[in-house]
C-alpha cells in the first residue's frame, strides 16, 4: 500500500490520483483490500500478465477449467475492493457473465 498521508488516505490520491493501482491483483489481495478501505477514489487492479498466463497454460493442459479459473480470480479481486478490474480474459468473462 502506497504511503498515507495525515487522514489516511493514500499518498497518491493526496497528490491528485483519479484511480489508485494495484498489480498484480492475486498474490496482493491483502494489499488491495487496504487499498480500498482507505481510498474515496476507484480502486483498479491489474490481472494480467503472469496471472493470466498462468490460468490460461494450466487450461491448455486440462489441469483446471478455464472459464472457472478466470471467474473465481476476478470475483477474488472484485470482492477484494476492486472497482476496476483489467484483465486479458474480460471479453471471454463479459460472455460467460452473459451467457448465466
Same mark, same amino acid.
Given at each position: ?5 495525515? =487522514? ?12 489508485l493501482? %494495484? ?5 496482493s489481495?491483502? %494489499?488491495? $483490500? ?10 483498479? $487492479? ?14 491448455? #493442459?486440462?489441469?483446471i477449467? #478455464? #472459464? ?6 476476478? =470475483? ?5 475492493? $476492486?472497482d476496476?478490474?483489467? =484483465?486479458?480474459a ?5 460472455a ?5
Amino acid at each position: 500500500m502506497s504511503p498515507a498521508n495525515e =487522514t489516511g488516505h493514500p499518498l497518491d490520491e493526496a497528490e491528485g490520483a483519479d484511480i489508485l493501482m %494495484v498489480k498484480p491483483a492475486l498474490p496482493s489481495l491483502d %494489499v488491495l $483490500a487496504d487499498v480500498a478501505a482507505a481510498s474515496a477514489v476507484p480502486v483498479a $487492479a491489474y490481472h494480467v500478465s503472469g496471472e493470466y498466463a498462468q490460468i490460461e497454460a494450466a487450461a491448455e #493442459r486440462g489441469w483446471i477449467d #478455464r #472459464r472457472a479459473a478466470h471467474l473465481e480470480a476476478v =470475483t477474488s479481486i472484485v470482492r477484494a475492493g $476492486a472497482d476496476i478490474v483489467l =484483465t486479458y480474459a474480460a471479453l471471454d468473462i463479459a460472455a460467460w457473465l452473459d451467457d448465466d
